[in-house]
């Protein structure tokens, strides 16, 4: 890890780092702290931003796209920006539903973004979003309408976990590779994987949902990654087919998700939740 990444990482930002990662100007930025006292603190010659203004920064980015005055959405972001590491966990699912439901995405977008940074990209999707979205998975299945909602928390979740994987560079070294099998649809948890993973400092790069074969087999040829993730939430999903075709190549593959419990008896490692795998995957690349 070079010095630049192990900065930005501890939460030790450079302005030009923040102001790429905002989508602004550097001059924007400094206009920003010169108007509404909200500069980098000086250390030493240099000034920097630490993690929590990074993310004041991001909210009130979000507030000025949906059209408020800097101004007030400086005002806004940096008063409400007040970490929640203590909040249960119910209540944040009450929030985050409250705001899927009322369809309020920048509500929406802040409340999950300070989940995944007061609990972890792991606490957040075990302890919070998991059980958010069976929430709305119960009642769409008990006759309710609220399927569109559902779409959209989804979406919105995986957008969050993007955002805290930019937040993340990668330390150095061949990524591990993400891979949904063929067949399956749902990637939201390889999405949270890869947060994770970048989160305790290991480099990680997604193939996206329902990717084909041919396309990991090829990433894999071409990465040469110590290892390839195969993720399948049902079994009709798990291709182990993809999976013998990497391993003959001399790929390592790690099996994720309830789809490959069936075949448990004869796939190894194989891991069923998120800290399992961070941890299986963190032993085999360190």
């Known amino acids: 890890m070079d010095a630049r990444t192990a900065e930005t990482t501890a939460g030790a930002w450079p302005p030009g780092k923040v102001a790429e990662l905002l989508g602004v100007s550097p001059v924007t930025l400094r206009s920003w702290s010169a108007r509404y006292g909200i500069g980098p603190e000086t250390r030493g010659r240099q000034r920097r931003y630490t993690d929590l203004d990074v993310r004041r920064l991001q909210h009130m980015r979000r507030l000025i796209e949906s059209g408020i005055r800097p101004r007030e959405a400086a005002a806004t972001a940096f008063a409400e920006a007040v970490r929640r590491a203590g909040v249960p966990a119910d209540e944040r699912v009450d929030d985050l539903a409250g705001a899927a439901e009322s369809l309020r995405p920048d509500a929406l977008a802040a409340l999950l973004d300070d989940t995944i940074a007061d609990l972890g990209a792991s606490g957040a999707w075990t302890g919070v979003f998991q059980p958010l979205l069976r929430r709305f998975g119960d009642r769409w299945q008990a006759g309710d309408s609220c399927f569109g909602v559902e779409w959209l928390l989804a979406v919105e979740i995986a957008q969050a976990f993007e955002r805290f994987s ?45 990717a084909p074969a041919e396309a990991t087999v090829d990433l894999a040829a071409k990465l040469a990654p110590p290892l390839v993730v195969l993720w399948a939430r049902s079994a009709p999903a798990a291709d182990d087919l993809l999976a013998a075709r990497l391993r003959q190549a001399g790929t390592p593959v790690v099996f994720a998700g309830p789809g490959w419990a069936p075949l448990a008896h004869r796939i190894d490692p194989w891991v069923g939740d998120l800290p399992s795998a961070v941890a299986a995957i963190g032993e085999r690349v360190r």
């Open 166 to 210: 930019r937040s993340r560079p990668p330390s150095g070294g061949r990524p591990v590779l993400l891979a949904c099998c063929p067949a399956e649809r749902h990637s939201l948890p390889v999405d949270a994987l890869r947060a994770a993973l970048l989160e305790n400092g290991v480099p990680a790069l997604s193939c996206g949902p329902a």
